[in-house]
């Protein structure tokens, strides 16, 4: 069946609408009589939402389905309830590594836990559902606004300015009054401009409007959200994230699956007088970008400076798109460069000192006429049936045995056991060992100077992400949305007047005393009706 | 109004395949990562000692034992004579052993070795970024490879005996 939808005005509206699209005359069918007399049902001017069809087909009903408002607040709040339950229990990408996750909400948290674990809820947003509830969401989004925003935008501004008398009688705000001198409704115009209207007018009538960009707030709101989301869904695809990146002070190490490197040259923190609280901390840093031999096992890969910075507590470390940040330190103190002095044990005279890097020492050292072979090197030394081996590979301990050779040394060289630490020095009897081998020459360290130290290790979190500036931008459009919504309200003032009568309506959507009082100043000084209090007006508060 | 409808179809096109492509890709991260039996074998190119590499692409459809070790940890040294007895002992039948050493300076990784021989190639993985890719978090860790090149076994601890010859055997067949 196909409804005569034309209204007595002559204009075409689209099946469903409420209020006539050009002249405001009421359409509803289902309206009694009753009804006649209540105010009208102003909401998005009464025109039918786009999608709103006789007869609706698949693509209709999809279209309608994210079109409802009420589809978008379950959908809203059924994802609000899952986000909060996925809190309950720490989530399974909490964790590193290989976890048998059953055994594992089962044992700490009983048979809660392990349904928990069944219902997917320890692995919540990362999950399919929940981003499919995200993704309906914004698919709600923007078809809510599309269906609204354009029947709207056609209704507000291709509007007749002369409306059929039911649509002003039914307003609201509203007055129907006889005229006591003359029928110029001009008089109105001066006056309505002063309060920053924009008027129109025709023979004996007028719509005085203002502040009609604050009906697009919402819209814009949403265009917002739309960008936010859309950002915040590529940001949990391809954001790259690596929490906990540990390096040492002195070290250099790669940041996994990024092609970058980087170095903790120094540490420092500072507590605060209770010794305890911790002031600040800083890791003077670099940053390397890997330019060759990134991947090529057995090579040392090439390493170029991009960037350099004094890492606190939010301020990180910033390189295009990839940002470190400081999140924790730990005391690790170990050894990680000594400068070694060789001396001629008969003569005490110095030969030569040379450098060990004690976390990538070389495999031979040659000092003037010496070679210096590292026969073995344990970073953590300790001694187990009579054979020396390393605890950890952390140079904490370290010792060494070289085979020397040189001038009035043995040919095949000799031996020389070399532990870096006094301590270490003295319990495996270093000088003791080396004499029954009858060595002529001695290792040994000057002073403290000659040792580095490494004292801390910082830890990091690493981010690489580009969607963070459109994150920013949609939140900025949704607040500029918000701003325009809550802060200006689109007044509208229809007024005829015909064989001595005046008849007007008005519509806004907040402050409704406000606004009664501005049109009785404006009615008052026309001098057009007799004065009135604006209390006179009628003014139908909704009981909703 | 049929103009409407094609910017209607093409909205809702957007909607499902953006949304389609987030929906599945949460499927899709859960099996890129890790290493996981009855999963095929994340692949490597490592140097030995000599800078030689060895990739194990190449080794496709030979059955691989690949042990993760450090000269730190003691059931690793405790355990690498009997891996290399076996990888003697299974040579003829193809089995490739590999060892991959957890990040040592190669001076210390070379100073095992001469005192503690072992007759299977000893890779070196810098950074652990092997490591990293098979998830070893506790050493030793031995992985099973088939000549499929999917996992068939992961052993984490010390192997005995009888445990290692019964998964290799399972791999052989």
């Known amino acids: ?544 | 109004m049929r103009k409407n409808k094609i910017v209607q179809w093409v909205i809702l096109l957007v909607i499902f395949i953006v949304g389609g492509y987030a929906i599945g890709s949460s499927f899709i991260d859960k099996d890129e990562r890790g290493a996981e039996v009855g999963q095929i074998s994340p692949t490597f190119q490592l140097a030995d000692l000599q800078g030689e590499v060895i990739s194990l692409s190449e080794l496709k459809g030979k059955p691989i034992v690949l042990n993760f070790w450090g000269s730190f940890c003691e059931p690793c040294v405790r355990e690498m004579p009997l891996i290399s007895t076996m990888s003697e002992e299974y040579k003829e039948q193809d089995l490739v052993v590999i060892g991959v050493n957890l990040d040592e300076p190669k001076v210390v990784v070379n100073s095992f070795l001469r005192n503690n021989p072992v007759n299977y190639p000893i890779l070196l993985d810098p950074n652990g970024k092997v490591r990293d890719r098979f998830e070893v978090v506790s050493y030793p860790t031995t992985f099973f490879i088939n000549r499929d090149g999917e996992i068939d076994d992961i052993y984490v601890g010390e192997l005995e005996q009888a445990t290692l010859r019964a998964r290799i055997e399972q791999v052989l067949r």
Not at chain 1, 210 to 222: E, L, Q, T, V
Not at chain 1, 396 to 407: D, E, N, Q, T, Y
């Open chain 1, 1 to 544: 069946m196909i409804d005569n939808t034309k209204c007595e005005c002559g204009h075409q509206n689209p099946v469903d609408t409420i209020l006539c699209e050009s002249c405001g005359k009421p359409l509803d069918p289902n309206d009694t009589l009753e009804d006649m007399t209540l105010p009208l049902e102003m909401r998005y001017d009464g025109v039918a939402r786009r999608s709103q069809k006789a007869n609706p087909n698949v693509l209709d009903r999809i279209w309608n389905f994210f079109s409802s408002v009420k589809v978008a607040i379950y959908l809203i709040l059924i994802t609000l309830i899952v986000s909060s339950l996925g809190t309950i229990y720490p989530q399974q990408s909490m964790f590193i590594g290989k976890m048998d996750f059953d055994t594992y909400y089962k044992e700490n948290y009983g048979w809660t836990g392990s349904v928990y674990h069944f219902l997917g809820l320890s692995n919540t947003y990362d999950s399919w559902w929940f981003r499919g509830l995200l993704v309906m969401i914004g698919a709600s989004l923007i078809i809510c606004s599309l269906d609204r925003i354009l029947p709207l935008y056609r209704a507000l501004s291709k509007r007749a300015i002369r409306k059929h008398p039911t649509f002003l009688l039914r307003q609201r705000l509203r007055l129907d009054t006889q005229t006591i001198q003359g029928e110029n409704i001009s008089n109105f115009v001066p006056l309505l401009e002063k309060r920053n209207y924009r008027v129109y007018q025709e023979e004996g009538v007028l719509l005085a409007e203002k502040n009609r960009f604050s009906r697009w707030g919402p819209y814009i709101n949403h265009i917002g959200l739309i960008i936010f989301l859309i950002a915040c869904l590529l940001r949990s695809m391809f954001a790259y994230s690596l929490d906990f990146y540990a390096v040492q002070e002195g070290e250099t190490k790669p940041i996994a699956d990024t092609g970058y490197y980087m170095k903790n040259e120094d540490f420092n923190v500072t507590l605060h007088p209770d010794g305890k609280t911790v002031k600040a901390y800083v890791t003077k840093s670099i940053l390397y970008k890997c330019v060759d031999n990134c991947d090529s096992p057995g090579k040392l890969p090439e390493l170029k400076e991009v960037a350099r910075h004094d890492i606190r507590i939010n301020d990180p470390l910033k390189y295009r798109d990839l940002s470190l940040f400081n999140v924790d330190y730990d005391v690790t103190p170990s050894i990680i460069g000594a400068n070694v002095q060789l001396t001629n044990l008969v003569t005490n005279a110095g030969i030569g000192k040379f450098k060990i890097d004690l976390f990538k020492p070389q495999e031979q050292y040659k000092v003037k006429d010496y070679v210096l072979d590292v026969m073995a090197y344990y970073p953590e030394v300790d001694l187990k049936d009579g054979k020396f081996f390393t605890k950890s590979t952390q140079p904490k301990a370290p010792a060494f045995v070289f085979l020397i050779k040189g001038p009035d040394m043995p040919a095949e060289g000799q031996v020389y056991l070399y532990f870096i630490r006094p301590i270490d020095k003295a319990t495996y009897n270093q000088d003791l060992i080396n004499e029954r081998t009858g060595s002529k020459v001695k290792l040994e360290i000057g002073n403290m100077q000659d040792v580095s130290i490494s004292e801390y290790t910082t830890y990091f979190n690493v981010t690489k992400d580009r969607t963070m500036p459109y994150i920013w931008v949609g939140a900025a459009i949704s607040m500029i949305g918000l701003i325009m919504g809550f802060y200006w309200h689109h007044r509208r003032i229809w007024i005829q007047i015909e064989q001595g009568r005046l008849l007007l309506g008005a519509h806004t959507n907040k402050n409704w005393y406000g606004f009664r009082k501005e049109i009785a100043a404006v009615l008052n000084q026309s001098g057009v009706i007799q004065p009135l209090d604006d209390q006179q007006l009628i003014n139908e508060v909704k009981q909703s």
